[in-house]
């Protein structure tokens, strides 16, 4: 019997940027991909669309000593801004401590296909686990 396998998914670099260009991050992201637009009281004022990824497929590649990090509730989330034009890029988040979440809104080109799917943070306990498969 033929073994079947899997078709490699080819993966691309996609940056994300903040306004002023000081903070640059590049994902390696497939052309299809799910973002989520998440509800809770920062996203829903940051207008944060995410694109969760595994640390493995980030990279920081310019402005380091541009970040400024704030953190509240359980402190696990690393929210990251520019400090120079307050655009938070991307971010640790507490879903998935372990990766990175971009904000699609600050990508400057976006994958062909995007999906964009409604999770409920302002009940963040109740759904996080449905997010621990991104990374």
């Given amino acids: ?11 691309k670099k ?3 940027s903040c306004h002023c260009g000081a903070v640059k991050a590049e994902a390696l992201l497939a052309d299809s991909i799910t973002a989520q637009a998440c ?6 004022k940051l207008g944060f669309i ?7 497929r980030f990279r920081l590649l310019q402005g380091k000593d541009a970040i400024t990090t704030y953190t509240f509730n359980t402190g696990v989330a690393k929210h ?10 991307f971010y640790t988040p507490r879903s998935n401590p372990n990766g990175f979440s971009l904000n699609l809104r600050c990508f400057e080109t976006t994958p062909p296909e995007v999906k964009i799917e409604a999770f409920d943070g302002q009940h963040w306990e109740q759904h996080a686990d449905s997010l621990k498969h991104l990374t």
């Fill in 1 to 11: 019997m033929a073994k079947h396998k899997t078709p490699k998914i080819e993966m």
């Fill in 14 to 16: 996609y940056i994300a």
């Fill in 39 to 44: 509800n809770c009281s920062m996203c829903n």
């Fill in 50 to 56: 995410h694109v969760i990824v595994p640390a493995e």
């Fill in 80 to 89: 990251t801004f520019c400090k120079h034009c307050g655009v938070k890029a």
